[in-house]
């Protein structure tokens, strides 16, 4: 429904903005984007493949601790490293300041320092927090396959850097592409980081075009190519990882066994070097700044304010994990029990959700509300002199459905995931021993889905209290959630109002990542 809304809003909202948008607007955003996600995309792939390469090929100090390190940056979202990075680098942050003391500078004319607020300071931001993805998928296929591959290459007289440019880079292009995919589809997604750093995307463009110059037609035309975007993306995703599979054919326990290549001299501490400082850039710089912040402003965890942005944003998070938690768990048992187009075409259409930009969303999803909203409320009027006003677009329930049409797909696949280890066998036991197929549903799989489930549920959470960019422009008067009261904050040049609230999103944040740390090192020494 999203989807055609933004088509239908697009093609019958009229030309009167086409000169401003096709002339000043679209080309100068366009360009941006593209250069944006060019240079985000470069970046979180050359540190995400380097350092899952060493910590999976290499034997070096401390690798064991920098591989779940390099996990960390995950749990900060980028509207939050972008205020944090802006901080740090500012005239008055701990950088300039030493520069100064240690050059005797006096003020920013007798020195350069390059400027956070641009193009190139949003690329820094949003690779720093953005190249796990990449790290992720690379390292578990370095693992899985590619250390298989690399002991025999390795013994046919290739040295290491050939082995890593001729055989493991080309059998991790799949999973590389996967983590691109995910950190084009999130760079597409950011507003905060983008508007406060002073670049304009289209994302921000669509924000600005519907809220600032009050074109609604105007921004679901930009949000038009914003979808040909994601659609684009979403095949050479998938197009890479059709043209390219590759099998191992060792056991999980000779992958343990291989022998990592050891490290000696400047290069076991330049490897070390190499994979701490991406998360000091990603995680410590922001923690530093923003929980220092929150240290000196303590009485804020009392204040009503924030409890209420508390309680809106477990109210919201908590409503889309039960939502798109029941809605995933059909679609995944629908697969497993009958196989069928319609099927296959459902989760297909439940995987695209997560490449829609929040603001792009925000339109799809706000105008059908309200026009249901307002004929309800004519209806009633006219019949039984009733008015329910704004009962859906203007309540937390507009964020909620955009949430789950978002995060449905990362529960679909969780949930699946957990379907795909019961081995069939055991629907079929059931059956045989006279369990209908929902008591069997009932008493069989749902308690042994249990774990899949939790966790699925647990991702969306954190997901929705992170969200941002859909929840700035569909949250009704007075109605803030962590996430867009630290907006509002940074908005009013008030970031150290910000940390109280930006630590705790980061707690919250941190736990899936430490689900996942520590699952692969069960998986993979």
């Given at each position: 429904?999203?989807?055609?809304?933004?088509?239908?809003?697009?093609?019958?909202?009229?030309?009167?903005?086409?000169?401003?948008?096709?002339?000043?607007?679209?080309?100068?955003?366009?360009?941006?984007?593209?250069?944006?996600?060019?240079?985000?995309?470069?970046?979180?792939?050359?540190?995400?493949?380097?350092?899952?390469?060493?910590?999976?090929?290499?034997?070096?100090?401390?690798?064991?601790?920098?591989?779940?390190?390099?996990?960390?940056?995950?749990?900060?979202?980028?509207?939050?490293?972008?205020?944090?990075?802006?901080?740090?680098?500012?005239?008055?942050?701990?950088?300039?300041?030493?520069?100064?003391?240690?050059?005797?500078?006096?003020?920013?004319?007798?020195?350069?320092?390059?400027?956070?607020?641009?193009?190139?300071?949003?690329?820094?931001?949003?690779?720093?927090?953005?190249?796990?993805?990449?790290?992720?998928?690379?390292?578990?296929?370095?693992?899985?396959?590619?250390?298989?591959?690399?002991?025999?290459?390795?013994?046919?007289?290739?040295?290491p850097l050939k082995v890593f440019a001729r055989i493991q880079i080309p059998m991790a292009r799949p999973?590389?592409?996967?983590?691109?995919?995910?950190?084009?589809?999130?760079?597409?997604?950011?507003?905060?980081?983008?508007?406060?750093?002073?670049?304009?995307?289209?994302?921000?463009?669509?924000?600005?075009?519907?809220?600032?110059?009050?074109?609604?037609?105007?921004?679901?035309?930009?949000?038009?190519?914003?979808?040909?975007?994601?659609?684009?993306?979403?095949?050479?995703?998938?197009?890479?990882?059709?043209?390219?599979?590759?099998?191992?054919?060792?056991?999980?326990?000779?992958?343990?066994?291989?022998?990592?290549?050891?490290?000696?001299?400047?290069?076991?501490?330049?490897?070390?070097?190499?994979?701490?400082?991406?998360?000091?850039?990603?995680?410590?710089?922001?923690?530093?700044?923003?929980?220092?912040?929150?240290?000196?402003?303590?009485?804020?965890?009392?204040?009503?304010?924030?409890?209420?942005?508390?309680?809106?944003?477990?109210?919201?998070?908590?409503?889309?994990?039960?939502?798109?938690?029941?809605?995933?768990?059909?679609?995944?048992?629908?697969?497993?029990?009958?196989?069928?187009?319609?099927?296959?075409?459902?989760?297909?259409?439940?995987?695209?959700?997560?490449?829609?930009?929040?603001?792009?969303?925000?339109?799809?999803?706000?105008?059908?509300?309200?026009?249901?909203?307002?004929?309800?409320?004519?209806?009633?009027?006219?019949?039984?002199?009733?008015?329910?006003?704004?009962?859906?677009?203007?309540?937390?329930?507009?964020?909620?459905?955009?949430?789950?049409?978002?995060?449905?797909?990362?529960?679909?696949?969780?949930?699946?995931?957990?379907?795909?280890?019961?081995?069939?066998?055991?629907?079929?036991?059931?059956?045989?021993?006279?369990?209908?197929?929902?008591?069997?549903?009932?008493?069989?799989?749902?308690?042994?889905?249990?774990?899949?489930?939790?966790?699925?549920?647990?991702l969306v959470f954190i997901e929705s209290m992170k969200e941002l960019s859909a929840t700035i422009m569909?949250?009704?008067?007075?109605?803030?959630?962590?996430?867009?009261?630290?907006?509002?904050?940074?908005?009013?040049?008030?970031?150290?109002?910000?940390?109280?609230?930006?630590?705790?999103?980061?707690?919250?944040?941190?736990?899936?990542?430490?689900?996942?740390?520590?699952?692969?090192?069960?998986?993979?020494?």
């Amino acid at each position: 429904m999203p989807a055609i809304a933004i088509v239908v809003i697009a093609a019958t909202g009229g030309t009167d903005n086409w000169p401003h948008l096709f002339s000043n607007v679209i080309p100068r955003a366009t360009l941006r984007t593209v250069t944006l996600l060019a240079g985000v995309a470069t970046i979180a792939a050359v540190v995400g493949v380097v350092t899952a390469w060493l910590v999976a090929s290499c034997e070096f100090p401390g690798r064991r601790v920098l591989s779940g390190l390099l996990v960390l940056p995950l749990a900060i979202p980028a509207y939050l490293g972008a205020y944090a990075f802006a901080e740090f680098f500012s005239f008055t942050g701990p950088i300039q300041s030493a520069y100064r003391a240690l050059f005797g500078f006096q003020t920013s004319r007798d020195y350069w320092f390059p400027e956070v607020r641009t193009t190139g300071g949003a690329m820094l931001v949003l690779s720093s927090v953005l190249y796990p993805y990449v790290y992720l998928s690379a390292r578990s296929m370095f693992l899985m396959q590619g250390r298989a591959a690399a002991d025999v290459a390795r013994t046919l007289g290739a040295g290491p850097l050939k082995v890593f440019a001729r055989i493991q880079i080309p059998m991790a292009r799949p999973a590389i592409m996967v983590g691109l995919t995910l950190v084009a589809m999130e760079t597409l997604n950011d507003i905060g980081a983008v508007e406060y750093l002073g670049v304009q995307t289209l994302t921000f463009s669509i924000f600005d075009t519907w809220l600032n110059r009050g074109s609604l037609a105007g921004a679901a035309q930009i949000a038009c190519i914003m979808l040909v975007f994601v659609i684009c993306l979403m095949m050479v995703e998938r197009a890479a990882r059709r043209r390219q599979r590759f099998a191992s054919q060792k056991t999980t326990a000779a992958v343990h066994d291989s022998v990592r290549l050891k490290l000696a001299g400047w290069k076991r501490w330049a490897a070390s070097l190499a994979c701490l400082l991406p998360p000091v850039i990603g995680f410590a710089i922001p923690v530093f700044v923003l929980g220092g912040y929150a240290l000196r402003r303590l009485e804020q965890f009392a204040s009503s304010r924030l409890l209420s942005a508390l309680w809106h944003s477990v109210l919201v998070s908590g409503s889309t994990a039960i939502i798109a938690v029941l809605l995933a768990f059909l679609l995944a048992y629908a697969a497993r029990t009958t196989r069928s187009r319609l099927n296959a075409a459902a989760g297909r259409f439940a995987s695209f959700g997560y490449g829609v930009p929040g603001t792009v969303l925000a339109i799809g999803v706000l105008i059908p509300l309200a026009n249901f909203d307002n004929a309800l409320d004519a209806f009633l009027r006219a019949n039984f002199g009733i008015s329910t006003g704004l009962l859906l677009s203007g309540t937390g329930f507009a964020i909620i459905y955009a949430c789950t049409v978002r995060f449905l797909t990362m529960a679909e696949g969780t949930i699946d995931a957990g379907f795909h280890k019961l081995s069939p066998h055991l629907d079929m036991a059931s059956r045989t021993l006279g369990r209908t197929s929902s008591q069997t549903l009932w008493s069989v799989l749902v308690p042994m889905m249990r774990p899949a489930t939790l966790t699925a549920a647990l991702l969306v959470f954190i997901e929705s209290m992170k969200e941002l960019s859909a929840t700035i422009m569909l949250r009704p008067f007075n109605f803030n959630t962590l996430a867009t009261l630290v907006y509002e904050d940074a908005s009013r040049a008030k970031v150290e109002d910000a940390g109280v609230p930006a630590m705790i999103i980061v707690a919250v944040g941190l736990i899936p990542v430490f689900l996942v740390s520590r699952s692969l090192d069960k998986a993979n020494g």
